[in-house]
Nanobody, 123 residues
Framework: QVHLVESGGGLVQAGGSLRLSCAASGSIFVINAMGWYRQAPGKQRELAAGITSGGGTNYADSVKGRFTISRDNAKNTVYLQMNNLKPEDTAVYYC?????????????????WGQGTQVTVSS
C-alpha cells in the first residue's frame, strides 16, 4: 500500500504563487509516473502536469509557462510550483502516483491518489 500526502494549498491573490508538495510513503517498490490533477466545482478532474521517473514532463495547455512540475526520486516526492495564478486555477489539486511492483511472476501497476488540497485564487 502506498500513501500520498499533499501539502501547500491555500488562498492567494491573482498573480501570486503557491508550491504544492506530495510525498509518497508505505510499501514502495517503484514509483513510475507522478502527476498533479485538479478538479474545479462542477467540472471533471483534469491533468494539470505530469512527470515520468526520468524527468520527462507534460502540461495542460492552460498552465504551460506558469506551472512547473518536479520530483525528488530519493524522497519519493513530487512538487508543483504555480506562478502567476489565475482565478480559473481555483480547484482541488490531487497528487497521483503510478506504482509498479513485482509479484514474483510479473509486473503489476496500481494508481494511488492523495486526499486533495484546495487552491483558491481570488481576483
Amino acid at each position: 500500500q502506498v500513501h500520498l500526502v499533499e501539502s501547500g494549498g491555500g488562498l492567494v491573490q491573482a498573480g501570486g504563487s503557491l508550491r504544492l508538495s506530495c510525498a509518497a510513503s508505505g510499501s514502495i517498490f517503484v514509483i513510475n509516473a507522478m502527476g498533479w490533477y485538479r478538479q474545479a466545482p462542477g467540472k471533471q478532474r483534469e491533468l494539470a502536469a505530469g512527470i515520468t521517473s526520468g524527468g520527462g514532463t507534460n502540461y495542460a495547455d492552460s498552465v504551460k509557462g506558469r506551472f512547473t512540475i518536479s520530483r525528488d526520486n530519493a524522497k519519493n516526492t513530487v512538487y508543483l510550483q504555480m506562478n502567476n495564478l489565475k482565478p480559473e486555477d481555483t480547484a482541488v489539486y490531487y497528487c497521483n502516483a503510478e506504482h509498479i511492483t513485482w509479484d514474483g511472476s510479473g509486473w503489476s501497476t496500481s494508481d494511488y491518489w492523495g486526499q486533495g488540497t484546495q487552491v483558491t485564487v481570488s481576483s
